[in-house]
């Protein structure tokens, strides 16, 4: 066998090689049912999750305001009692808020909240404060700011 230079050459040798065979494109869907399945399960799941939060914030949404409301009302006493009035109108029937007053109104709001803040005298000051007027107090804010937070609203939107 005489070998020539051509074949002895590097370039000669490179030629003489094969390509590499392409391996056969990987699909991109699920070879199997199971994962189609799973993924119907999780979109459906994702779907249920997106409807709930948006109810969810729908039933809330008079408490943001409500709060909104809270923060640009400052401390007046007057202003912050007016914010609770109408949040529990929203929250409860309007039968069972409407004619509240006094001590009715604060054992109201406290029963519907689990606190005892408006039977104490930041609470009663803040009860009065539409009637009698009042000087600002930051007591009287936080205490309308939990309530608006955490009431339980029994048959009404929240």
């Given at each position: 066998?005489?070998?020539t230079?051509?074949?002895?050459?590097?370039?000669?040798?490179?030629?003489?090689?094969?390509?590499?065979?392409?391996?056969?494109?990987?699909?991109?869907?699920?070879?199997?049912?199971?994962?189609?399945?799973?993924?119907?399960?999780?979109?459906?799941?994702?779907?249920?999750?997106?409807?709930?939060?948006?109810?969810?914030?729908?039933?809330?949404?008079?408490?943001?305001?409500?709060?909104?409301?809270?923060?640009?009302?400052?401390?007046?006493?007057a202003?912050?009692?007016?914010?609770?009035?109408?949040?529990?109108?929203?929250?409860?029937?309007?039968?069972?808020?409407?004619?509240?007053?006094?001590?009715?109104?604060?054992?109201?709001?406290?029963?519907?909240y689990?606190?005892?803040?408006?039977?104490?005298?930041?609470?009663?000051?803040?009860?009065?404060?539409?009637?009698?007027?009042?000087a600002?107090?930051?007591?009287?804010?936080?205490?309308?700011?939990?309530?608006?937070?955490?009431?339980?609203?029994?048959?009404?939107?929240?």
């Amino acid at each position: 066998m005489s070998e020539t230079p051509e074949t002895t050459s590097l370039i000669g040798l490179l030629d003489q090689l094969e390509p590499v065979p392409v391996p056969t494109a990987v699909p991109m869907y699920p070879q199997t049912v199971g994962w189609l399945v799973l993924a119907a399960v999780v979109v459906v799941l994702l779907i249920l999750l997106i409807w709930r939060w948006r109810l969810h914030r729908q039933a809330t949404a008079h408490r943001r305001a409500a709060l909104a409301e809270l923060s640009q009302a400052g401390d007046d006493r007057a202003a912050i009692a007016e914010i609770l009035r109408r949040t529990a109108l929203i929250s409860f029937p309007r039968a069972q808020v409407a004619g509240l007053t006094g001590a009715d109104w604060a054992a109201f709001l406290d029963q519907n909240y689990g606190g005892s803040g408006f039977a104490s005298a930041t609470g009663q000051a803040l009860l009065r404060a539409p009637y009698t007027g009042s000087a600002p107090d930051a007591h009287a804010t936080d205490l309308a700011r939990d309530w608006i937070k955490h009431h339980k609203a029994q048959g009404g939107q929240s």
